[in-house]
């Protein structure tokens, strides 16, 4: 062949191939998955381009997956008749275009080795994994674009790559020739290739042949009534969408005629899927579909951030099939599917915490994070009071009761207010980094020796909720920094001998001394030093001189002004 030319690959691939053909050897069988999902993108790719009427080469060929082994040799083909790549868009995607994910994965690997075989897939670093059972790749392929020449692609997966020309007629798409190294050859077997491909493959949505024969069978599972689908397939579409090891914790499937016509098919994984903390956020959204093609994938504008932990899948035939994905973002139809859903969800919350709320504990110990959010979505105020969580003073375990320690700590508003004691007008709070020292904080003697209970906030975020809930059931939520000694008086329970001393004008007096004292050693730190008889352990705690705020709010505040 002519014109060929050698490429190294980008720093962090070759690091990321090394630790790919190095120290990866379980779940090798991933790889397949990754070729055959990049495969399903490109035919995805193809087919969006027809359906608003772009000219592509080879019109009228098939839009399938062709894999051939031959088991003797060692050699897998996997061919699709997909988007295909130009000799430039071979260089760029397969070895000089950073990936964002690389950075992210290797760090995963270096601290986990086992999963990283799962993480693949997630990272968006799925080609190259090939090389877990490749010593030879060979990528031949011609782009849909009707003026692109066909180009190839050689690599061993050490430091670089050939590109070349290719002379001769090659047909829409692309060919992946991989040479197996010796302990790999099972991946040349068909019985061993179906197996692999039911597994991980079988929900993609284009006829995949082996040998020509077709091995996928399962529609477009949304598609299907929900009372002739499985709790095994919505499973196993689940694991097929998220590459989630794990069960669903949830599953949503909708069929809406009005006001819009579409199909929902969604799920609430256990645990977020993100490797990084608040990804679910990052990269939140849902694939959108027009009658079963593929228009968009994390679709932002089908679900809002707060409830950016779902996955799932929506298609809709009130749209048009050649809707430019710019237009998304201010579409009336995806507003409309959007409030819908966002209903559905949480219908399908509150449900659980009233049916399973230790289930409910568990999502919110999850996807909180995230959910927490939502206290800036004014139209779902109420159900967002009625499902957010929060630790509490109430819920201490009890000492020995390893059991008891290890459940998730988390109550609703609605049960503080049960919780409350008569006359209570306010539903307490106090931030702090952690249990142990809220446990300490002085401002909770009073309340602790009142049996008043006091809602933990470990986040930042934690304050602005209560701020913006503003009143519960009647109870106005009140950080424990703020309560004066008139509202806390009426309730009693003090134990006697925790209860602090009643002074005497004479003992107060003595005092003064003593209080002027260190307010001249503080000096323009604070602004007054008061003789209280609030606390009965500790000898002294800071309170806001501002009555409206909390001292951590002052401590955001003054973050943000910087
Ligand atoms: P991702 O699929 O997450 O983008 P991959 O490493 O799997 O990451 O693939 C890298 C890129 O290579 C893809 O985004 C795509 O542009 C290109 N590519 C890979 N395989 C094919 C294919 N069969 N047809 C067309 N383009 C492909
Ligand atoms: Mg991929």
């Known amino acids: 062949a002519s014109h060929g030319e050698t490429h190294e690959f980008r720093a962090e691939i070759r690091k990321l191939l090394d630790i ?32 608003r009427g772009r000219a592509v080469v080879d019109p009228d060929e098939a839009l399938e997956i062709r894999i051939t082994a031959d088991k003797d040799a060692g050699r897998l083909t996997i061919a699709d008749t997909g988007c295909g790549m130009t000799r430039d868009e071979l260089v760029d995607h397969l070895g000089t275009i950073a990936k964002s994910g690389t950075e992210a994965f290797m760090k995963s690997v270096s601290e986990n080795k086992d999963a990283a075989s799962n993480l693949i897939g997630r990272f968006g670093v799925g080609f190259y994994s090939v090389f877990m059972v490749a010593d030879q790749v060979v990528v031949t392929s011609r782009s849909a674009a009707p003026e692109a020449a066909p180009a190839r692609w050689i690599s061993d997966g050490s430091g670089s790559f050939t590109i070349e020309d290719v002379d001769g007629e090659v047909s829409r798409g692309t060919v992946i020739e991989i040479t197996l190294k010796e302990e790999a050859k099972e991946y040349a077997d068909p019985a061993r290739i179906k197996d692999v491909l039911r597994k991980h493959s079988n929900f993609i949505a284009f006829p995949i042949l082996l040998d020509g024969e077709k091995t996928n069978t399962t529609p477009a599972l949304w598609r299907e009534s929900k009372f002739s689908v499985t709790p095994e397939q919505y499973k196993e579409f689940y694991q097929f969408l998220t590459y989630d090891s794990d069960d669903p914790l949830a599953t949503i499937h909708v069929s809406v005629d009005a006001p819009v016509q579409f199909t929902a098919l969604l799920f609430i994984p256990k645990h977020g899927l993100g490797p990084m903390p608040m990804r679910d956020q990052l990269h939140h959204g849902l694939d959108l579909y027009v009658r079963r093609v593929l228009i968009s994938k994390e679709t932002k504008e089908l679900i809002p951030e707060f409830l950016g932990f779902v996955r799932g899948v929506v298609d809709t035939e009130d749209l048009p099939l050649n809707i430019s994905r710019e237009t998304l973002q201010e579409n009336v139809v995806l507003r409309k599917i959007q409030s819908v859903l966002v209903k559905q969800i949480l219908d399908k919350l509150k449900a659980m915490a009233k049916e399973d709320p230790e289930k409910y504990n568990a999502f919110f110990a999850a996807h909180g994070q995230g959910f927490k959010l939502g206290y800036g979505d004014y139209a779902h105020r109420e159900a967002f009071a009625e499902l957010v969580r929060f630790d509490s003073s109430a819920l201490a375990a009890k000492d020995g ?18 919780r409350a004691r008569d006359g209570q007008k306010a539903i307490y709070y106090l931030s702090g980094p952690s249990r142990a020292a809220l446990d300490l904080n002085p401002h909770l003697e009073v309340f602790r020796a009142k049996g008043l209970e006091v809602l933990y906030l470990y986040e930042p975020i934690d304050e602005f909720i209560m701020d913006s809930i503003g009143t519960f059931k009647d109870l106005k939520l009140k950080s424990a920094e703020l309560a004066d000694a008139a509202e806390l008086d009426p309730f009693e329970g003090q134990p006697a001998e925790n209860k602090a001393p009643e002074l005497t004008p004479e003992e107060s007096g003595s005092l003064d001394d003593f209080l002027k004292a260190i307010k001249d050693l503080l000096g323009e730190r604070i602004t007054d030093v008061r003789l209280s008889t609030r606390l009965t352990q500790s000898p002294s705690c800071l309170v806001s001189p501002d009555e409206h705020m909390t001292s951590s709010m002052q401590k955001i505040i003054r973050l943000m002004s910087k």
């Open 20 to 51: 790919i053909t190095h120290s990866i050897y379980t779940n090798r069988e991933i790889f397949l998955r990754e070729l055959v999902s990049n495969a399903s993108d490109a035919l995805d790719k193809l087919r969006f381009e027809q359906s």
């Open 401 to 418: 009761d390893d059991e008891e320690a290890e459940k998730v700590r988390l109550t609703s508003l609605a049960d503080y207010v049960t």
